[in-house]
Structure formats: structure tokens, C-alpha cells
């Protein structure tokens, strides 16, 4: 009976209970009348009547995530890759919102609207407040577009504000009035150059979400407890902000670099968020509870260089001569390569493709120069994508040589690859598109002549007209069309070769629900709790 009690007393411990003399009390009670059964029908009655399984008051487990590497800087005006948007999307937030089923949804504000076709009017929360109580106001969201305006800046996303009147010429510091007003502290008057029904969405990115000179103050659910360099950024819940969870979880962002580190992490139980899990382990793990694919709007694809500009022909022969359903494979992905990686939804019927023609691809090869045939093309790829894109180059490499294309797979440090693509761009890549928001004209846009991302340069009029007539298109059925067009142009011109819809494979704990995900890839947790179940 002594060890009973001593045994109960741990589980009292652990649950946090509010008395703390409530184990002596059980202790002295055991004590009196240890060794009869009446003891232990009382002890376990007053169990179950009094004790819950988790003290309202207990702290619930933390919710561990990891980054690939640790940010350099908190401010979302200045972030120049994703890496850490996870983390700065719960600590810093925008006038909006996107939801994947809801589309555009009030965050920070309340709504916004147009007042004329180049007025857009937004109105805030009713007693939004910073993380550190102090009012949140429309003068806070005008400072921060010109901070990022401010030549001085540097902001690498100061161009999602291009569309406001003047705001580039203040950019590049030939004028200073802009077209953006704070007529009172709840109200934000946004003044077009030109009509443009997707400069709203801008309005949901986090790199023009409001941010303080002073540290320390944010917007998003979340707030910086703990910054422990070069180990983990442990985050605990904003009081103030606009939306109430009591139950929200303390959340802690664990640097790893490694997939595999992870890896052990999560099956240790020191991770609750595997963001990434391995090609090689998806067949076994997707029947797994904890496992999800989580789509993500892209335009991932293997594009061909200058050096393959003027050679249709060659273009052709790499493009019908790789067997898509066995590259599918491979990728382990829903998403069919070969087909643009866009939602069904925006296209004019199914998704364009690029099938596998091997007797296509054959003529095509048979017409081409001795030149042609016989030079080795470099395929240049990010170190990032680790094995699963060396597995999917060197397949690659073997099908086009059953043709008699010979390639040199060429893996580098992702810096070094993005400078290439920029200063070098090689006869064959893999490179991926994240559109500012969901939608096809963003994407498209990736590759047109004014885009500095555009490696490609293949440079069409024609497909520029396609672009600009989507640009100016409002109704859906114009929309579709337009869309269609212009991705059955890139393939039918076989100027890239898409590598289908892209869906993050993910382990998450299935005692934390509430986290959500939107198609541009980020992570809300917001709503997140935690439910006293089996992992």
C-alpha cells in the first residue's frame, strides 16, 4: 500500500494539481487506514471524481518544428528566401489572409474593398494591439511601406508595392508622395497606377506585414520568448492578438539542416512537425495517421537555356523521350511530371501535359546535327532537393541516353546555383516557381521579360500578349482561357517541362490539432491545441 500511495503521488505530481498538499493529504489518509481494501476503493473513487487527466492550469507540451537553418533577422520586410516564412508567419500578420476553400480573408483588418478601379479602401480590427499591449494602428501598416520604399532598405520585396502610385519612382528616389493615406488610425486608402483586380492579394503577404523598429513587438498569434542562437526560437502565445485560444501550445523552432536528423527526431518524439519526409520512406509512412500530403502551389520544372533556344528540335527530343509515369515513381508525389503543377481549376479542362512520345522523340532526334547529337549538355541542379533530385537527374541522364542525348548532372550549393541560373544559365536545369500569391497570372508571370527570375529568356511576343490578356481578364471563363494558353505555350514550344502538382509530404503528431496550411506554403497556427490522445 506504501508504494501505491507513492506511486499516485507521482501521477498527482505530474498532472500539476492546484493543491499542492494534495499527495501529503493522500499520503496521510493511505497511512491511517493502509492495508484494508476500503483504502483503495476511496483512494481511486476520489480519483476519479476529483483529479482530471490535465489540470486546466498544466501548460500543454510544446509544439517542436524545425527550420533548415536559423534566420539572420525577425523583420519579414527583409526576408529574401521562405526559409523561415513558418516562423514569421506566426509572429508577424497582414490585412489578409488566404484560405485555400474562403480564397482572400480578414486578418489585421476587417475587410477591404474597392472604392473605384484604382482605390482600394481597408479598414482594420477594432482594438488590434501589438504584442506588448500598445495600440496597433493604420500608421503602423503606412510606416512600414515606406520603410520598405525607402531606397535605403534594400527590401527585396519592395516591388509587390509597385503598383501604388509612385511607389517605384520613390524606390529608386526620384519622387516622395505616395499613393497610400491613413485618413484615420483604423482606415487605409491604397491608390492604384492602373487597374489591377490581383494587387489585393499583395495585401496577404507577409513581406508587407506592419513591423516596429523596436524588437521584441509583434501581430501574429505568436511572440519570442527565447532565442537560444544556434539552437532554437521558442515562441509562446500573444494575448493580445485578435483572435482568442486559450489552449494555444508553447511552439519551439529547432535549427536542423539535416532530413534525416529530423527524421529521428520526429519517431524520438522531440519533433511534432516533420516538414519534409524523405522520398525513399513515403510508400511505407503514407499509411501512417501522422502522415499528410499538403499541396502547395508551384510551377517546379526542368527548363532548357539559351544554348538550347535556337534547337526546337533538340528541345523536343528531351522533352517526349522521358518516361513520365516511371519519373512519377520516382518522386513518390501525387502530382503527374510532365504536366503543369497548377490547380485543375484555373485551366480551360484538364491540365496541359507533355506525354511520352518515344517514336516522337526518335524522329525528332534523327533530324538533328552531328553537332547536336554529339556534345554532352550540363543539367545544373540544387544540393538543396539532396537525393531526391540526384535520383531523379541520373534517371534522366539514363533515359536520354537510351535516345542518344548525353548530359553531365551537376549538383551545387544552392547560392552558387542561383548565381549561375542568374550570370550562366546552363543548356538544362531544375528550377522551381512560388507565385507571389495562387493564382496563374502570378505564376506565368515568372516568365515573362520583366521578371528578374525569368532564366529562361526565350523572350516571345507572343506568349507576352498571352500574359497581358490574362493580366486585364476579370471574368473567370476569360481567365481559364488565357491561363491555358499561356502554359500550353511553354509546353507545346517545349521551353520547360513541368514536373506536375507539387505536395509536401509532412509527419505531424496527431495529438495537436487546429494547424493549417494554405497552396502558397504557409503555416498557420493560429488555432493550434492539443488533445490528450496516443501520438
Known amino acids: 500500500m506504501k508504494a501505491l500511495a507513492i506511486c499516485n503521488c507521482k501521477r498527482l505530481q505530474k498532472w500539476n494539481w492546484k493543491n499542492s498538499n494534495f499527495c501529503n493529504i493522500f499520503q496521510n489518509l493511505l497511512a491511517i487506514v493502509q492495508g484494508g481494501r476500503k483504502a483503495l476503493l476511496l483512494f481511486n473513487t476520489l480519483i476519479l471524481i476529483g483529479v482530471p487527466a490535465i489540470s486546466q492550469d498544466q501548460t500543454p507540451p510544446a509544439f517542436r518544428l524545425h527550420l533548415s537553418k536559423e534566420p539572420t533577422n525577425l523583420d519579414p520586410s527583409l526576408q529574401k528566401t521562405s526559409a523561415a516564412s513558418w516562423l514569421l508567419g506566426n509572429i508577424h500578420r497582414n490585412l489578409l489572409s488566404y484560405d485555400n476553400d474562403k480564397g482572400l480573408i480578414p486578418d489585421l483588418g476587417k475587410f477591404c474593398e474597392n472604392k473605384s478601379a484604382k482605390i482600394i479602401a481597408c479598414k482594420l480590427r477594432k482594438n488590434l494591439r501589438w504584442s506588448d499591449g500598445s495600440e496597433l494602428t493604420a500608421q503602423d501598416f503606412l510606416n512600414t511601406y515606406k520603410k520598405i520604399l525607402d531606397p535605403q532598405s534594400k527590401s527585396p520585396r519592395a516591388d509587390l508595392l509597385f503598383d501604388i502610385l509612385n511607389a517605384e519612382a520613390i524606390y529608386q528616389g526620384k519622387k516622395k508622395k505616395l499613393g497610400i493615406s491613413a485618413p484615420d488610425k483604423s482606415t487605409l486608402l491604397f491608390e492604384l497606377n492602373n487597374t489591377n483586380s490581383e494587387f489585393i492579394y499583395n495585401l496577404a503577404s507577409l513581406s508587407l506585414s506592419p513591423s516596429k523598429d523596436k524588437k521584441d513587438i509583434y501581430s501574429g498569434p505568436y511572440k519570442i520568448k527565447t532565442w537560444l542562437k544556434g539552437s532554437k526560437i521558442i515562441l509562446e502565445s500573444n494575448p493580445f492578438f485578435h483572435i482568442e485560444n486559450k489552449s494555444r501550445p508553447p511552439v519551439e523552432f529547432i535549427f536542423v ?58 528541345r523536343k527530343a528531351f522533352a517526349l523521350s522521358l518516361n513520365y509515369p516511371e519519373l512519377q515513381k520516382i518522386f513518390s508525389s501525387p502530382g503527374t511530371p510532365g504536366c503543369a503543377g497548377l490547380p485543375d481549376s484555373w485551366f480551360k479542362g484538364p491540365a496541359p501535359c507533355i506525354l511520352f512520345d518515344k517514336k516522337t522523340a526518335k524522329e525528332a532526334f534523327d533530324k538533328l546535327s552531328s553537332e547536336d547529337t554529339k556534345k554532352t549538355y550540363n543539367f545544373l541542379f540544387s544540393s538543396l532537393g539532396l ?33 549561375e541560373l542568374r550570370n550562366n544559365t546552363p543548356a538544362i536545369f531544375r528550377e522551381g516557381v512560388a507565385p507571389d500569391h495562387p493564382s496563374c497570372l502570378s505564376a506565368l508571370e515568372n516568365f515573362t521579360q520583366r521578371d528578374s527570375k525569368d532564366y529562361l529568356h526565350f523572350q516571345s511576343s507572343d506568349f507576352e500578349k498571352i500574359v497581358n490578356q490574362l493580366r486585364k481578364s476579370s471574368k473567370v471563363t476569360d481567365q481559364k482561357k488565357f491561363c491555358t494558353q499561356g502554359v500550353r505555350y511553354l509546353l507545346d514550344n517545349y521551353i520547360l517541362i513541368p514536373t506536375g502538382a507539387y505536395d509536401i509530404s509532412m509527419l505531424i503528431d496527431t495529438r495537436f490539432t487546429g494547424w493549417r496550411f494554405n497552396r502558397s506554403g504557409h503555416l498557420d497556427l493560429g488555432q493550434l491545441s492539443f488533445v490528450a490522445k496516443n501520438r
Do not use: C
Open 387 to 419: 537525393e531526391d533530385h540526384k535520383r531523379a537527374t541520373e534517371w534522366m541522364q539514363s533515359q536520354w541516353l537510351q535516345l542518344g542525348l548525353k548530359v553531365n548532372p551537376a549538383p551545387r550549393d544552392h547560392k552558387i546555383f542561383l548565381e
Open 257 to 314: 539542416s539535416e532530413d534525416s536528423v529530423a527524421l529521428k527526431l520526429y519517431e524520438k518524439g522531440e519533433l511534432q512537425l516533420l516538414r519534409r519526409v524523405p522520398t525513399l520512406f513515403i510508400p511505407s509512412f503514407k499509411v501512417r495517421k501522422d502522415f499528410h500530403f499538403i499541396p502547395v502551389t508551384r510551377f517546379d520544372y526542368f527548363g532548357f537555356g539559351p544554348e538550347l533556344k535556337e534547337k526546337p528540335l533538340l
